[in-house]
């Protein structure tokens, strides 16, 4: 079970500063790292900031943690809004393909849904904490309204595998779910990700 840091209340500038501090570590030793990110509505705010930090973006490739299965000017595609707003800063937007071979993330950064999905981990899928394959191509059931596509996303071992995990989770909804999972009263998605990753999570919330 990881342990867990929560930061409640905090700013989208201080989570973006969180952020570009654990890069700013990362690539004090490594010429180049990866991170992947959420989609959804919490992050794009967060990522707005990050773009005009002073990150060097050329040494940094940015992965979707998950995508919809539709084009990428459709406006459900998280890479397309992901590029958007980041590739003008510099970063290297690698899209989500079932067939991608993700790297070694820095930091795995999440967000959760309702339902106590990460990445598109949806219930319904039932995702193994020792799944084979680091990428799956997923049907969320139910489809959810807002965004009724099928999905690829990484699998809980390629998150697992990252240096650094941290959630941002807005309402207070969610921060319930987040809380049973974490206390290990349920056996969501969000739940076999936190009981698996080895070190400490951090749960801006
Ligand atoms: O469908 C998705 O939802 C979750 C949560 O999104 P949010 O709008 O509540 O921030 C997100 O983490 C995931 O990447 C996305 O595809």
Redesign the pocket.
């Known amino acids: 079970m990881s342990q867990l840091e929560i930061i409640a209340g905090a700013p989208n500038e201080a989570i973006a500063a969180f952020v570009a501090e654990r890069l700013h570590a990362a690539l004090s030793v490594s010429a180049e790292v990866a991170i992947t990110v959420?989609?959804?509505?919490?992050?794009f705010p967060i990522f707005e900031i990050l773009a005009s930090s002073n990150l060097p973006w050329s040494r940094i490739a940015v992965w979707p943690?998950?995508?919809?299965l539709v084009d990428e000017d459709h406006p459900a595609s998280?890479v397309g809004k992901i590029r958007a707003l980041l590739e003008p800063a510099g970063a290297r937007i690698v899209p989500l393909t079932p067939t991608a071979q993700p790297p070694h993330f820095a930091l795995a950064w999440?967000?959760?849904?309702g339902d106590g999905?990460?990445?598109?981990l949806f219930p319904n899928t039932d995702p193994q904490v020792d799944d084979p394959s680091p990428v799956r191509r997923l049907t969320p059931d139910p489809l959810?309204p807002e965004?009724p596509f099928d999905?690829v996303s990484l699998t809980i071992p390629a998150l697992v595998d990252a240096d650094e995990a941290m959630f941002v989770i807005?309402g207070s909804d969610?921060r319930l779910v987040f809380d049973a999972a974490a206390a290990g009263d349920n056996d969501l998605p969000v739940a076999r990700f936190l009981r698996t990753f080895p070190k400490t999570v951090t749960c801006f919330c």
């Open positions: 959420p989609g959804g509505s919490t992050p943690g998950d995508d919809r998280n999440l967000g959760m849904g999905h990460i990445a598109s959810p965004a999905r807005r969610k």
